[in-house]
């Protein structure tokens, strides 16, 4: 009952929850409760073909638990852009048109990095989106913590690893780990001489 009566209550400002002062916050609040219940009736209304990830209606909450990297990749190339334009472009504010280009740069350079094929053009413009999107997401959010993870940085190397190695479907870690998932779901009890792939596959 409450968390209806607060989904209620956010409907009448919904875009607030877009500016939230992050000064307050060492990783910044972006998406409030409002935004979140925005994107997820988007998600119901949502026609997908069936090879795109469900998005499950507890993303985003510390309910939903880990989400796999492939319904982060429909989040952000299929389902975020569409909830920000329908909720933002109205707004004549210069954060609001920045947070939608931020948002589309960052869309672009998944789905070229996601690309079954690849050539110098498409990593360069993988390279120019992806520098426009950090760069962009430092100034909309200066406090944000992340600029200096592993994965910011490796982001940024990706479009030498398109040109050295072809497509990234070939040597990206989805396969080993879903066997990594496949792994930590046989019951076990810590003892040696069980052909454990054997087990996983044949049961």
């Known amino acids: 009952m409450k968390q209806q009566k607060e989904l209620q209550a956010a409907n009448t400002d ?3 929850s877009f500016h939230d002062d992050s000064s307050r916050f060492k990783t910044p ?3 409030g409760e409002a935004a979140f219940h925005e994107i997820q009736r988007d998600c119901d209304r949502l026609i997908s073909p069936t090879w795109l990830a469900n998005i499950p209606q507890s993303i985003g909450y510390k309910s939903g638990g880990k ?15 569409i909830s920000l334009v329908r909720l933002l472009s109205s707004q004549k504010d210069l954060r609001s048109q920045a947070i939608i280009k931020n948002t589309m740069d960052l869309a672009q350079a998944i789905i070229i990095a996601s690309k079954r094929t690849t050539s110098p053009q498409w990593a ?5 989106y992806m520098k426009r999107y950090r760069k962009t997401l430092k ?4 406090n944000f913590d ?3 993870k592993p994965n910011f940085h490796l982001a940024l190397h990706l479009s030498a690893l398109l040109l050295r190695f072809g497509p990234a479907h070939g040597w990206w870690c989805y396969g080993f780990e879903h066997l990594i998932g496949l792994l930590t779901c046989l019951g ?4 040696l ?11």
Not at 188 to 191: A, E, G, M, S, V
Request: charged share 20%.
């Open 139 to 142: 100034a909309l959010f200066p």
């Open 124 to 128: 360069a413009e993988y390279e120019k």
């Open 188 to 191: 076990t009890n810590n003892k």
């Open 29 to 31: 609040f972006i998406l």
């Open 67 to 81: 989400q796999k990297a492939d319904t982060w990749r429909t989040l952000m190339t299929v389902l975020l852009p």
């Open 193 to 203: 001489g069980k052909d454990v792939l054997k087990s996983c596959y044949c049961s």
């Open 146 to 148: 992340s600029f200096s």
């Open 14 to 16: 919904t875009v607030h």
